[in-house]
């Protein structure tokens, strides 16, 4: 074992304050063992240490260095927290260990700076002297490419920090001073985490003894009092009501803005959001403040167990902020704001097996360049096979635009997507790619497009690294489809391409159906889910998506939602829709027919409270709107006769304007047509709105 120098009595405070921490330190045999062989000059030159947050991986890298410093290597630490994410300034920071044999480099929080990976394992670690020794710890373990490598193969090992065992847990319970009674119920209670340990402990000793039947799962089913006690103690006094609501907001979403904050607490969200930043467990963030991860966990459970009414309240008030900012960003904001909706699916416990919520990864999401068509190209041949390849140069000459490539800080891609927006069914397009033969099959099949709409195809989501499984990159390329969804005017039709059946659960829960056959359209077969956009629009589905927000699935959430509020709305093609305006303006004073119509079921009417009366007000509206023209004057005149005042004949009506019964019958029939066209358009463009 390597000697540590033993230094009685501390001269400074730092030492006392190490002299705790070495003496706080229990478990991590194997970790410490690992580090001190490649400390003697062992094969490993590199470890990677990866583990939730809260689990001790600062407290392991402290100890690192106390055991390199010992053996007098010179220890040059990196925290990823304060450090820009650019190579230049890692290089900056770790200089030192580029001209010192003997450094032992420590790069803390690389979860912050993910993107810089494959940067370090091509560039900056191989110009390390040989005898340099590295230690990564983040939350992520390290990417295929250095196990895919022969090199790191062997020169890299990865350590996965996990909860203390039973004995090591009670050695740190030990430590901090908590007497051996109470050590059974504070295991219970943390499940062994480092960081609930170290808080329960604190718990422990101010407030006297814990209940003695405390349930295993931190935090959600811990009891109301324990919540509380541990909130007490970590997140100390909380000045008013509102600041606690300011607290509990801050948990329940994705990041917080004084924006966001100005939804649930109007009056004061600029003084919250500054009160807020200043706490020593919020993090500031790219897109707004979040809390440490068990903080989060804390505070939104003691919410739902004390106040249920109280926590749903604050759901569907953060939730109506963050529907709207979704269907109204544009540009860089899209991604952000669908991934802020999505989040609120996380309470439930399903779509989180799906959905990392871990942030960018150090990758962002940019426009095909010329530049990038070969790494496109080999991005999807390495992820589906080469006949996959083959179909995406085709619709790289066809669609340029339809492909998404994310990129590391470096520009490079790791990841592409296409999402193809077809307006007709082209012969060379469905010879060329089965997956779009496939969509217009079921298209024909089921409800054509009318003019103006579109079918939109999400193809390849490539990410060769980690292909179609959980991932940041996976993250960013399924929301960028939900934001394709949600922004989606003209769709009629949208289908998803996916080859992994890890995703049908997913799909399913969002209301993409899956087809029945499976395509080949690569190495392995290919599932298509599709959704009918006027059937069930998008107004509807995020409505029928906050239902199972907080409670998750216990049926496919969609089709039970619909089942229950009554049939999907009914598709028209442009003929049928004019027909059924005509006859229902000759059926306006009829209420029962109109009742029995089909417009009633259209998304221009349907789900309103009483059907038939949302469509007389729609018609006789759109009528009044042409009296405001002098130009279309004369035609309301001929509607308003005819339809309001329900003139016997035409002739009638002809003789109530005083014109002929040809002018009459003109301005009729072009009234019409207007009117035919302005709720169509309706039907289009804002059925979903």
């Not at 467990?281 to 003691?302: E, K, T």
């Amino acid at each position: 074992m390597i000697p540590i120098p033993d230094v009685s009595p501390p001269a400074r405070l730092g030492e006392r304050l190490d002299a705790a921490r070495e003496e706080a330190f229990t478990g991590r045999a194997a970790h410490l063992a690992a580090f001190r062989d490649a400390l003697e000059g062992g094969p490993v030159a590199v470890l990677f240490v990866h583990g939730p947050g809260g689990i001790g991986k600062t407290s392991l890298l402290r100890r690192y260095a106390r055991e390199a410093r010992g053996c007098g290597r010179h220890v040059v630490r990196i925290d990823g927290r304060g450090l820009v994410p650019s190579p230049a300034a890692f290089e900056s920071t770790a200089a030192a260990a580029l001209d010192d044999p003997r450094a032992v480099l420590l790069v803390d929080d690389f979860e912050r700076c993910q993107g810089l990976e494959e940067w370090l394992s091509e560039s900056f670690l191989p110009r390390l002297p040989a005898t340099v020794l590295t230690v990564i710890a983040g939350r992520q373990p390290p990417g295929s490419r250095w196990s895919e490598d022969a090199g790191w193969a062997r020169a890299m090992r990865v350590l996965r920090l996990g909860n203390l065992g039973e004995e090591e847990a009670r050695s740190l319970l030990h430590a901090l001073g908590v007497a051996a009674p109470r050590h059974e119920a504070l295991l219970r209670v943390t499940g062994g985490h480092p960081l609930a340990l170290g808080m329960a402990a604190r718990l422990a000793l101010g407030s006297g003894d814990l209940p003695s039947d405390l349930p295993s799962d931190l935090p959600g089913e811990l009891p109301g009092d324990v919540l509380r006690h541990l909130l007490d103690r970590l997140v100390g006094e909380v000045p008013t009501p509102g600041h606690r609501r300011a607290l509990e907001v801050c948990a329940h979403v994705l990041d917080t803005t004084q924006a966001l904050l100005h939804t649930v607490l109007p009056d004061q969200a600029g003084e919250l959001f500054a009160w807020l930043r200043r706490q020593p467990y919020i993090v500031p963030g790219r897109h707004g403040l979040h809390p440490h991860d068990l903080v989060r966990d804390l505070l939104d459970a003691d919410l739902r167990w004390r106040d249920p009414d109280g926590y749903q309240e604050m759901h569907e008030q953060v939730r109506a902020y963050l529907v709207e900012r979704a269907r109204t960003a544009s540009g860089a904001e899209v991604l952000p704001a669908t991934l802020a909706l999505s989040y609120l699916h996380r309470h439930n416990g399903f779509v989180a097996r799906f959905i990392t919520w871990r942030g960018d990864g150090g990758l962002h999401e940019d426009a095909l360049l010329p530049a990038d068509r070969t790494a496109v190209l080999s991005l999807v041949e390495r992820a589906e096979g080469a006949r996959s390849a083959a179909v995406a140069a085709f619709w790289l000459e066809r669609q340029p635009s339809a492909f998404r490539v994310y990129r590391t800080v470096r520009g490079e891609p790791v990841a592409v997507l296409a999402w193809l927006r077809l307006e007709a069914e082209r012969q060379d397009e469905v010879e060329r790619d089965p997956v779009v033969a496939a969509a217009w099959e079921h298209v024909r099949a089921r409800r054509p497009l009318r003019p103006g709409e579109e079918i939109g195809v999400a193809r390849f989501l490539a990410h060769p690294a980690a292909h179609q499984r959980p991932s940041p990159a996976m993250d960013l390329m399924i929301h960028r489809v939900l934001a394709q969804f949600i922004h989606g005017r003209r769709l009629a039709w949208s289908f998803t391409a996916l080859q992994d059946p890890f995703w049908g659960p997913l799909m399913a829960y969002i209301d993409q159906r899956a087809l029945p056959r499976p395509v080949l359209a690569g190495d392995r077969p290919t599932t298509l889910y599709a959704h009918d956009w006027r059937a069930v629009p998008v107004g509807r589905w995020l409505e029928f998506s906050g239902t199972v927000e907080l409670g998750g699935p216990a049926e496919p959430p969609l089709a039970g939602a619909t089942a229950r509020q009554g049939p999907a709305f009914a598709v028209l093609t442009r003929e049928q829709f004019a027909a059924a305006v005509t006859q229902a303006l000759q059926d306006l004073r009829r209420p029962d027919r109109l009742a029995a119509g089909p417009l009633v079921r259209t998304r221009l009417v349907a789900g309103a409270q009483d059907g038939q009366e949302r469509l007389r007000e729609l018609l006789t509206s759109t009528i009044g709107a042409l009296a405001g023209d002098p130009r279309t004057a004369k035609l309301h005149r001929a509607l308003a006769t005819a339809y309001l005042h329900a003139a016997p004949t035409q002739e009638a009506g002809a003789e109530r304007l005083a014109v002929s019964l040809s002018t009459y019958r003109r301005h009729l029939a072009r009234g019409t047509e207007l009117i035919i066209e302005e709720l169509w358009e309706r039907e289009l463009r804002e059925g979903d709105a």
